[in-house]
Nanobody, 124 residues
Framework: QVQLVESGGGLVQAGGSLRLSCATS????????MGWFRQAPGKEREFVAA????????HYADSVKGRSTISRDNAKYTMHLQMNSLKPEDTAVYYC?????????????????WGQGTQVTVSS
């Protein structure tokens, strides 16, 4: 079992920045592909970004590409999502996820473990 804990959410004005973090105590963290997803009220969960086990491969949703950077530190069992130029439409609960065998990064069904989520609210 892999427990994931998100942090870093909050209330920010449009144009501002936030850095989300996802932490685990699992020493096998470095074996997992990690992803960020979000879900806004009344909407389906959507893919935000993903990073391969080594950190050399990253994927972004078009909605955040150019404004966000995903990174990981396998030595510290943590993953981060730096989000800049935030927009009100970025408001959602953000979840981190982990999976050992990921073929389609954007498919939440391929991830094995999920965190509880952290709320991001962007005011206009």
């Amino acid at each position: 079992q892999v427990q994931l804990v998100e942090s870093g959410g909050g209330l920010v004005q449009a144009g501002g920045s936030l850095r989300l973090s996802c932490a685990t105590s699992r020493r096998t963290f470095g074996s997992y592909t990690m992803g960020w997803f979000r879900q806004a009220p009344g909407k389906e969960r959507e893919f935000v970004a993903a990073i391969g086990w080594s950190g050399s491969v990253t994927h972004y949703a078009d909605s955040v590409k150019g404004r966000s950077t995903i990174s990981r530190d396998n030595a510290k069992y943590t993953m981060h999502l730096q989000m800049n130029s935030l927009k009100p439409e970025d408001t959602a609960v953000y979840y981190c996820a982990a999976g050992l065998t990921i073929v389609e990064y954007e498919s939440g069904y391929e991830y094995d473990y999920w965190g509880q989520g952290t709320q991001v609210t962007v005011s206009s």
